[in-house]
Structure formats: structure tokens, C-alpha cells
């Protein structure tokens, strides 16, 4: 079994679906000759050609439209956005019409789209380029929204939203593609969407989390080993949510601290907080506690790492949480 990195990972599970199915395209800005602005699709035109690896005008809202046309007349495109953050150009289409198709037509007609990109920050990168909207795709009803967390998830995980009928928002940790690597079959395996992970086991206090923080918090846990006992939720699966994963370590552990890179207010860790208010408040030793993104806009690469959530930031949280 190899190692290899995220993006050797993607580019594995897209290059094995596209030889199972002929059905399968992919097109964004860049994704043929230059395989992807982060090598995801690299080798793919080579393999599959012009027709099945298309490199696009530099037009979000039309290449989410004409992958919407696609997919109704049963294609299965998969869809870069260079970055996650540019996709706003094409937020009518995503909402109105990749995540409704399915209801509009009373289930005959799937979109059954994969949209991918780079998410988060980490890489000083530019405005626009180290965005965290998972909030946004989840509250359009109709999509489903996955964040893989390391390589072999990653590639279980692409296998499987382009297997799915519905539309995926695949979003990619920009931080973790050649961060690290894992032990990644080389043979086609799925990750079932909507199945969060007990990524570290313990029983004074439950992190949950998901993306690129799952490895930050991997290692506070790491750091107060002998201290406290921390429980690693990783989501993996943004929508549908795992609720029973995160309710079951809750009730254990009976304290939460919920850990994610985008901005504070109406992030999705307040909905994660809100299940366990409404489904587990009598297990609660302590509220919970969220370390997030400021309720800023992003800011320049200058001033990213003290925007983005640190071991610092969490370990002040878990503490003021067992300390309550």
C-alpha cells in the first residue's frame, strides 16, 4: 500500500471513477493542460483527452451552468473551482439549481454534479483564496457538503460523491494537500458520505471538528495526553450531518468544544452546539465552547496565522471547559 498525499489521492480516485465510467468529465478553469492550479487533475487530458478533461473560459457561473445541463441529460461531471471562494460567481446556479433539480422535477431527474476546490487558509494565499463557506453550501438544501480530513478519506470519499445521485460540494482543505501522507490503497474503496469518524478515542471532553483542524486538534490532544482526555470527532461529512456520532461522545465525555476555521456567527459549529443543546443537555457538564475564525473578513496573508484557529486558542478552550 503506497503513501501519498491528498491531492495524489484525488487525482487517483478521479482518474479510476473516469476508467468506470465513461460518463464521468471533468472541467474547470485550467484542469487539462496544466492539471489544476494544485496538480488535482494532473495526467487526466493525457489519459482521457480534450473531451472527458475540459478546460474552461474563465466563467464560474457558466461552467456551473453548463455542468448543470450536463448532468440532467446524465453525464456526471465534476466540476473545479480554482478556489472555493470564486464559486460565489456562481452561487444562482448552485442554490437555485444544482441543490432543486431533484426536488423541481419530483425525483426523475438527478444533478448529479461533483463541485470541488480548495478551502481554508493556511497557504498565504490572496483574497478570495483562503475562504471557509461550508455554511453557505449546507444551508442549500439539496447538496450534500464534504470536507475530507487526510488522504485516504479523501480519495473514499471523491469515489463516493461521484457514485452519489445528488450534488456533492467537495471542498479540499488547500492546507492539507501535500502536508502530510497516509497509507492509501491503490484499489477504488468508498467512504460512506454522511458517516462522521472517532478520530482519537477518549473520556473527559469531545472536540468536533472537521477539514484541516482535525490534524491541529490531533495534536492538542497529543499535548495533553496525561492531562486530559480528549475525543476527536472528525465530521467528514459536513450535510447530511452525523448527528448520532457527535450525541454518542457528548453523552460519554459530557462536555463539547467545537473547533472550525470560518468565522464565529453562523458558523457551522453553532449548529453542531445547537443538536447537542437540544438532544443532550443533560449530559452537559459545562457549555460548550466554539474556537473559530474572528468575525472578520479574511484577512491578508500577513495576518492570517493569527486569524486561523491555533493549539493555543483550543487548549484555552478545552481548559475553560473542564474548568467550569
Known sequence: MAKINMVQAINQALKQEMEKDKRVLVMGEDVGVDGGV????????????KDRVIDTPLAEAGIIGTALGMAINGLKPVVE?????????????????????????????????????????????????????????????????????????????????????????????????????????????????????????????????????????????????GKIDVEVIDLRTIWPLDENAILESVKKTGRAVVVHEAPKTSGF?????????????????????????FDVPYPQFALEEYYMPNAERIIKGINSVMNF
Not at 186 to 215: C, F, H, N
Not at 283 to 293: E, M
Open 38 to 49: 494544485f496538480r488535482v487533475t494532473d495526467g487526466l487530458i493525457q489519459q482521457f483527452g
Open 81 to 225: 473551482m480554482q478556489f472555493i471562494g470564486f464559486s460565489y460567481e456562481g452561487f444562482h446556479h448552485i442554490n437555485h439549481h444544482m441543490a432543486r433539480f431533484r426536488q423541481r422535477s419530483e425525483g426523475t431527474v438527478n444533478a448529479s454534479i461533483v463541485l470541488r476546490g480548495p478551502t481554508g487558509g493556511g497557504i498565504k494565499a490572496l483574497e478570495l483564496h483562503s475562504e471557509s463557506p461550508e455554511t453557505f453550501f449546507a444551508h442549500c438544501q439539496g447538496l450534500k457538503v464534504v470536507i475530507p480530513s487526510n488522504p485516504y478519506d479523501a480519495k473514499g470519499l471523491m469515489i463516493s460523491s461521484i457514485r452519489d445521485p445528488d450534488p456533492v460540494v467537495f471542498l479540499e482543505p488547500e492546507k492539507l494537500y501535500r502536508a502530510f501522507k497516509d497509507e492509501v490503497p491503490e484499489e477504488s474503496y468508498t467512504v460512506p458520505l454522511g458517516e462522521a469518524k472517532v478520530a482519537r478515542q477518549g473520556k473527559d471532553i469531545t472536540i468536533v471538528t472537521w477539514g484541516a483542524m482535525v490534524r491541529l486538534c490531533l495534536d492538542v490532544a497529543e499535548q495533553l495526553k
Open 269 to 293: 459549529g453553532g449548529e453542531v452546539a445547537a443538536r447537542i443543546q437540544e438532544k443532550a443537555i443533560l449530559y452537559l457538564n459545562s457549555p460548550i465552547v466554539r474556537v473559530t475564525g
